[in-house]
């Protein structure tokens, strides 16, 4: 049982490229939900999913798209980098059952756009 | 809008002292609970506590405890007999019940003195 894994762990990018980073959870969560963390402050939600087809923005959603074709897969793209979006990315997942809802975290990926 | 917030940006505790963490929200849902995070420099995002909001007992696990005041909006976290281990980012999050998204406030840096 590997929990939440994340691809890449680190990543340089330069202004315009686009890159795709995977997330993917082997406890057959429900939901799963991206987050940017910069530095010196919380995390902020940029999507999340509440089952496979079905996705929704959080509160920093522009510049990046999402999908959600299998339960175990939630990829993040990032369609045209910029400077603002370096940043650490979190990926989590959860599931509701008996009134808990403990989110999961991955280990992160830290994004560097030059 | 939902909103967590941490007024604290940086506490410090000495070895085997208490201290105690404050955190305040602002959410129109009923059916939401609360998380405490930990963060140490491995970016590692570890869950703490969690309560649900329909409990009114206060939730504990072993050193680390939380004082409730739904009707107040506040949420605070004390850490008891302090321990090096404990240094590290400590955030504050309120998560949905339908969604399981979490909104996470600034965050505090706890250094603990030996």
């Known amino acids: 049982n590997a929990g939440v894994t994340q691809t890449p762990k680190f990543q340089v990018l330069k202004t315009g490229q686009s890159m795709t980073l995977q997330c993917a959870q082997d406890?057959?969560?429900?939901?799963m939900s991206w987050y940017r963390q910069d530095p010196g402050m919380g995390l902020r939600l940029i999507h999340y999913?509440?089952?496979?087809?079905?996705?929704d923005q959080g509160e920093v959603p522009n510049g990046y798209n999402v999908s959600r074709s299998t339960t175990e897969d939630f990829p993040l793209r990032l369609l045209s980098a910029a400077p603002s979006q370096t940043s650490v990315y979190f990926c989590a997942s959860n599931r509701r059952e008996s009134g808990t809802d403990t989110q999961y975290f991955g280990p992160g990926t830290r994004l560097t756009v030059l | 809008a939902q909103t967590v917030t941490q007024s604290q940006p940086e506490m410090s505790v000495q070895e085997a002292e208490t201290v105690t963490l404050s955190c305040t929200y602002d959410t129109s849902e009923s059916d939401y609970y609360l998380f405490w995070y930990k963060q140490p420099p491995s970016r590692q995002m570890i869950l703490v506590i969690r309560q649900e909001a329909y409990k009114q007992q206060n939730a504990t696990e072993n050193r680390f405890s939380v004082n409730f005041q739904k009707a107040a909006k506040s949420f605070s976290l004390k850490i008891s007999d302090s321990q090096l281990g404990d240094a590290a980012m400590y955030f504050c999050?309120?998560?949905?019940?339908?969604?399981?998204?979490?909104?996470f406030g600034q965050g505090t840096t706890l250094q603990v003195k030996p």
């Open positions: 406890m057959n969560h429900e939901y």
């Open positions: 999913s509440v089952g496979a087809g079905i996705t």
């Open positions: 999050a309120q998560g949905s019940g339908n969604t399981g998204k979490l909104i």
